[in-house]
């Protein structure tokens, strides 16, 4: 930014020595309008609108009635909410970590000098991640399903009795989480892998001259040069964590709106719908998103702290 | 993993909560031009054939008839548009989510303009009460009612070594523990689930047989100490816990599945089920029958028809509902497609009576079904009926699946109830 034309305008001697015709001062904003206008529209208004809501007991097709904090003190009172929270965290510890490791793994194998049709067995990584979210949730519960499942047919063949996946807390969870794994590696495997080229080839050949194997050259090579894009993933991933909506809500026909007969897979996502959409109570539907939104802000925040503070140690 | 931006959870509600702030009920009241009106409906209740029928008589007049999803779906989109001000002129509404619509009866159009106060009597009271407001509106017309009945397959009974004519099938079950010790027998001889589930199939049935529901007929909460509501609810656990369940949630896929391979022999059918078993196993056409509830009568289901305020055409509609939901028109519907008419006077019509499905063994459904509503006493569903509803139901299902403990389940939905509706 320092030797263009366009110097800011801050500089007194920079105004001096270009004049700009007032169109010409204008344009970068008009270029830059639409975007805004459309988040002003689509976001801005929208998320101020839900934090009015908020404050009410608001029926969509009847009164609305100022309750204050009301709704927010419910919120904290109701075990509904924290029962979801739990859920979200817990679906998205059972996804990220062995998503981050295997996607780490994956990247480093395909990052391999030698290997045959590199862009092919890149490319298939992304077919899950362009696969419909219903689709693939779909065809999983069919896989996890009691008594016609795949699953539960192969652990019959070992001798195993069949596991009701969807009604107990955590093997619910672990189906879910499977879900977003299955969706999301190659992606995460892409980021680490362009970040993994670019380091030099150089780098790794050193290494294997002065006698590293394939195990060292990840630890001590791969790893460090990836810390910046891990940083980004873990935080990434937990934004899209607290906001995993479709596949609970798919897994089960009867009961979508809380993900089985007691809340078992209910996400704070699919609480909000519930309650907003389901029971049309908008206030606390509203109260809900403002909790999420303050949650997810806390961990942006997390992470700016972290990508200023971390850096690669590689120079 | 999700690139999105930090916000976006939050503005999805956002965005449909704006949309809903631009509502506000239209009051100016166009006639439309009388020739086309818009009719929302949900899967699975057949309006399909009502509509085709109407044209015969109407060829002039274009329906455009959209399935919205199945009935919840229908009432939330109907609460969306009538938030948002885009609505359709005609809507079928299932009885369960009517209540939080008749406690705002200024979305709708009050039908005695249309003369629907000349007509009331001809639907039975009890029915047509619960779609009149407060102040006297009112504001759907209904369609049908649920009737109870039993479902149940003649040839696994036959290999239990149970009696499969109806008749003395329906004396094997005068009370509910009576068809819990039938199924106790029926898995003691063949290793086989008895029935569906307990929550559906007994909570749903043995708690719409009463005077007082979840509300007494003043409008108060009596959920925790109607006596109907507790027996019936005890009466599932037992059932679940006798083990004769084959522990599938009615509706999903693997309940749809099981239904035509035989995992159970018998399920509760209010008369708007036997149109599911006939599609979802048309291979066991023939194996079925049907018989007495047990405890002989009660309700579970029925729709109304309604005209949102804002409706473009809404003398159109009204011209559909007159035809279709006359006597002659309720009685022409229920021979075609199943649907019981909610208009008494025809009950005794040898069309109705004499109906008889053989799908179901020719079994005499019109008179099983009637017979099912005549001992009925009738009682108040309330704006949170279908929410109550739903925390029994899962209280149940929880025991059923072997992870609930049967001795809390009670004091478990209770808890969940009241932070589901506040009170």
């Known amino acids: 930014m320092s030797a263009t034309l366009s110097r800011p305008r801050s500089l007194p001697a920079a105004t001096a020595r270009v004049r700009h015709s007032l169109p010409e001062r204008l344009a970068p904003y008009a270029y830059i309008a639409p975007f805004f206008l459309i988040f ?12 009015y809501v908020a404050l009410f007991d608001w029926n969509p097709i009847g009164e609305h009635v100022f309750v204050g904090a009301g709704n927010f003190n419910r919120l904290l009172a109701d075990t509904r909410f924290w029962n979801a929270a739990w859920n979200t965290i817990s679906i998205w510890l059972l996804s990220t970590v062995p998503q981050l490791v295997l996607a780490l793994g994956l990247a480093h194998l395909l990052n ?12 298939s990584m992304l077919v899950p991640y362009i696969t419909s979210v219903a689709a693939t949730t779909i065809v999983f519960a069919q896989m996890f399903d009691r008594d016609y499942g795949l699953l539960n047919w192969l652990l019959g063949l070992v001798g195993a009795g069949p596991i009701d996946f969807l009604q107990s807390g955590w093997t619910s969870h672990l189906m879910i989480a499977v879900m977003v794994t299955w969706r999301w590696f190659g992606y995460t495997t892409l980021l680490y892998l362009a970040s993994l080229q ?3 080839r150089t780098v790794y050949e050193a290494a294997a001259v002065d006698g590293a194997g394939a195990w060292k050259q990840f630890r001590h090579i791969s790893i460090p040069s990836l810390r910046p894009v891990i940083v980004f993933t873990i935080v990434t991933s937990t934004i899209g964590g607290l906001q995993v909506f479709t ?17 078992q ?6 609480f909000l719908y519930e309650q907003g959409f389901g029971r049309f109570q908008f206030g606390y539907g509203a109260a809900i998103g403002v909790a999420l939104f303050v949650l997810i802000i806390a961990i942006a925040s997390l992470n700016y702290v972290l990508s200023t503070r971390i850096r690669p140690e590689r120079g | 993993m999700k690139l999105r931006t930090a916000t976006s959870a939050a503005l999805v509600a956002a965005l449909a909560l704006t949309a809903a702030a631009c509502g506000g ?14 009719f929302w409906s949900f899967s699975g209740i057949n309006q399909k054939q009502a509509v085709e029928d109407y044209k015969k008589v109407k060829p002039d007049v274009q329906v455009k008839l959209t399935e919205v999803g199945g009935s919840t779906e229908t009432a939330q989109a109907l609460t969306t548009a009538l938030a948002g001000g885009k609505v359709p002129d005609l809507v079928l509404i299932q009885g369960d989510d009517l209540p939080k619509f008749v406690q705002q009866p200024q979305n709708f159009q009050d039908l005695r303009q249309y003369g629907a106060d000349k007509i ?8 047509i009460s619960q779609s009149t407001a407060k102040s006297g509106e009112i504001i759907g017309i209904p369609t049908d009612v649920g009737g109870m009945a039993v479902a149940y397959r003649t040839d696994l009974f036959k290999q239990a070594g149970l009696p499969t004519d109806r008749e003395e099938v329906s004396k094997l079950w005068p009370t509910w523990d009576a068809f819990i010790e039938t199924g106790k027998k029926y898995t003691a001889a063949t290793g086989k689930a008895f029935v569906d589930n307990a929550a559906t199939s007994v909570f749903y049935q043995a708690v719409n047989q009463g005077p007082q529901k979840y509300y007494d007929p003043a409008g108060n909460l009596v959920y925790t100490t109607s006596p109907q509501v507790k027996t019936a609810f005890d009466l599932a656990i037992k059932t679940a816990q006798a083990g004769i369940t084959a522990r599938l949630s009615s509706f999903e896929d693997g309940w749809s599945a099981a239904m035509g391979k035989g995992d159970y022999a018998v399920i509760s059918a209010p008369s708007w089920l036997l149109e599911q078993i006939r599609n979802n196993a048309p291979a066991t056409k023939g194996k079925w029958d049907v018989a007495k509830i047990p405890g002989g009568s009660g309700n579970w289901g029925g729709s109304y028809l309604a005209i949102p305020k804002g409706a473009a055409n809404p003398k159109a509609a009204w011209d559909y509902i007159a035809a279709m939901q006359s006597p002659q028109g309720q009685l022409e519907h229920f021979l075609k497609s199943g649907a019981l008419p909610t208009t008494p006077s025809v009950y005794q019509d040898a069309k109705l009576l004499g109906r008889k499905d053989p799908f179901f063994s020719d079994a005499p459904v019109g008179k099983i079904y009637t017979d099912s509503l005549l001992g009925l006493k009738p009682f108040l569903i309330g704006p949170d009926s279908a929410a109550i509803g739903q925390e029994f139901l899962n209280a149940i299902t929880d025991v059923e699946q072997g992870k609930g403990d049967p ?5 478990t939905a209770l808890a969940n109830i009241k932070t589901a509706i506040g009170s």
Not at chain 1, 112 to 123: E, I, K, N, Q, T
Not at chain 1, 247 to 263: I, W
Not at chain 1, 265 to 270: A, E, G, I, K, S
């Open chain 2, 407 to 411: 001795a809390k389940a009670w004091d």
């Open chain 1, 112 to 123: 391999h000098a030698r290997l045959r049709l590199a862009v092919w067995w890149r490319m």
């Open chain 2, 25 to 38: 009920g239209g009051s100016a009241q166009p006639a439309g031009d009388g020739k086309s009106f818009e």
């Open chain 1, 198 to 200: 670019a380091v030099p």
């Open chain 1, 265 to 270: 897979c209910q996400t704070l996502t699919l």
């Open chain 2, 120 to 127: 009331k009597g001809d639907y039975l009271d009890w029915v």
């Open chain 1, 40 to 51: 002003a529209v689509f976001g801005l208004v929208p998320l101020l609108f839900t934090f």
């Open chain 1, 247 to 263: 596949e609970p809500l798919l897994v089960t026909t009867t009961s979508p709106l809380t993900c089985g007969a007691v809340r």
